[in-house]
């Protein structure tokens, strides 16, 4: 305080005398400021003090109101419990009630879903197109069906095995082998096949057209179906494929002759080249033999010697000979015939070298085939047989091409060689026939 | 009447089992029982007459001992062989070439094999039945035809050269 009012004094030193009169009224000021703030006080105390007495009243208005809701809340929750209660009896009744029902309901929609399936593969919907669609419904909806619906299921069901079990024709487009619709009457055979004008439809699941095969069947199965056709009454035999369509599409795979060739590869293609070669060759050597032949005949019936066939131009050896003895006669015909023999044996080795190189070029390609189908089997492993498919039809259509070019090439060989040993036998008679008569004048 | 038909449906049953080749080897078949047939026949009938025929044309021979009459002989004899050994080489050739037809129809029916494997991969062992049979019945076939025509050819080989001889030491006799 001291200090304080030295500081102050300090302070107030350039003032002092101009202000000793305002500590006073200071002074005065702060003892009535007192006063007032006890009385502001007071009044605040009174203030709080009632305020205090309202609180207590408002807290025990609340207190009453918390047991009013309490007691609304215990109400409620027995309410609801009753609710819940009920809701479960009832929802056991439901399920009690409709526990068959649902059931049945699964079980319609999984028979739509599997009879779409199958019907979506099968040729009687070439012939009721829009089927599927009412299916769909079924199949696919959450909510249950209608009576409505389940009827439709029925008569579809139905009317899918009665219609496996009927041959019916009816007139509806399918597609030509190329791919251009046109107008057709179809035949239905149950569930199985379908025919139009002797031919073999497929059915195409995801146009839900019918189209025909690229490849028929062989002959004497289109010839069948060509009965069906036209047939009136009575049974009818006809070639049914049981798979609905499995063999029948594996008759487009399989590859024709040409395909089959080009199979065989280069060592194929030198086979066929070597025995075509050898049956041009065969063929031009027989009519060659047979044309000799035939001149020679012509020469044994008439006394005219022409020098345009071997025996001809033995005999005019022989006529040369003039009045030489027998043994020297006998030479000069041997010699004749000698000149002759190989003109008219000429080309038989070649012919059996070809047939006998034939098989041995088909054992080749085998060998290499195996080599190409060892190969991939070093690479892919033995997993997929197709991969092998490859190498081994190149070994077993060379080895197939091989035999049929050694054949009949054999069988040539055999008529060639006959023809002309029969040709030079002829020869030989007539020689020793040539020196008897001589012998004999 | 039943049995016939149902014999041949047999026949044609087991024709188709055997594919194409089958048919080949039947007719192949076909053409080397009648020749071996027709070969059977002529030494029973048609030979004891030209035997005779040709031992009239010697025995009418006053000279049998010269050079020419040798000659005469010789023509005899291997006009004779020719006439008994007509066919033969086919025969023989038809034999052969069987059991290359059963060999093909193999190898056909192992191309068939193949390509059903190559549609239904290699477990479907029933889909393979019909080219395994497509391969092994012409071979037996073949075989078959091949074993029994061999047989037959070497008996009429083993008649033309017994006849020769015979009809050779006919003609040295007389």
Partial sequence: MKKLILITLMLATPAAIAEHLDLDQLLRDVKRSQGTEARINRVREAEFLAEKNKQQQLLHEAQVELNQQQQLSQQLKSHLDANEQELMELEAKLKNRSGELGELFGVARQAAGDLKADLTNSIISAQFPGRLEQLDKIANSKALPTIEQLEKLWFTLQQEMTESAKVVSFDTKIQTASGEPRQAKVVRIGSFNALADGKYLRYLSETGKLSELARQPEDKYLDLAENLLTAKQGPVPVGIDPTRGVILSMLIQTPNTTERIDQGGIIGYIILFLGAFGLVYAIVRLVMLTLTWRKMQNQVGSDQISEDNPLGRVIAAGEQAGSEDNETLELLLDEAITREVPALEKGQSMIKLLAAVAPLLGLLGTVTGMISTFQSISLFGTGDPKLMASGISQALVTTMLGLCVAIPLLFLHSLVASRSRMLVQILDEQSAGIVSRRAGK | ?174
């Fill in chain 2, 1 to 174: 009447m039943d049995i016939i038909t149902t014999q041949l449906d047999l026949i044609q049953r087991f024709l188709h089992a055997g594919g194409s080749v089958l048919w080949f080897i039947l007719l192949v078949s076909v053409g080397l029982w009648c020749l071996i047939i027709e070969r059977l026949l002529f030494f029973r009938f048609s030979y004891p007459q030209l035997r005779e025929h040709w031992l009239g044309l010697w025995r009418q021979r006053s000279d049998k001992r010269s050079q020419h009459a040798r000659h005469i002989r010789t023509g005899i004899i291997s006009e004779a062989q020719i006439t008994m050994s007509k066919n033969i080489a086919v025969i023989k050739m038809l034999v052969s070439i069987c059991p290359l037809m059963g060999l093909l129809g193999t190898v056909t029916g192992m191309i068939h094999v193949f390509d059903v494997m190559a549609v239904t991969g290699s477990g479907n062992a029933r889909a393979m039945a019909d080219g395994v049979s497509q391969a092994t019945i012409p071979t037996m076939a073949g075989m078959v035809i091949a074993i029994a025509g061999l047989y037959f050819s070497k008996l009429i080989e083993e008649r033309v050269s017994d006849e020769t001889h015979h009809l050779s030491d006919l003609l040295q006799n007389h």
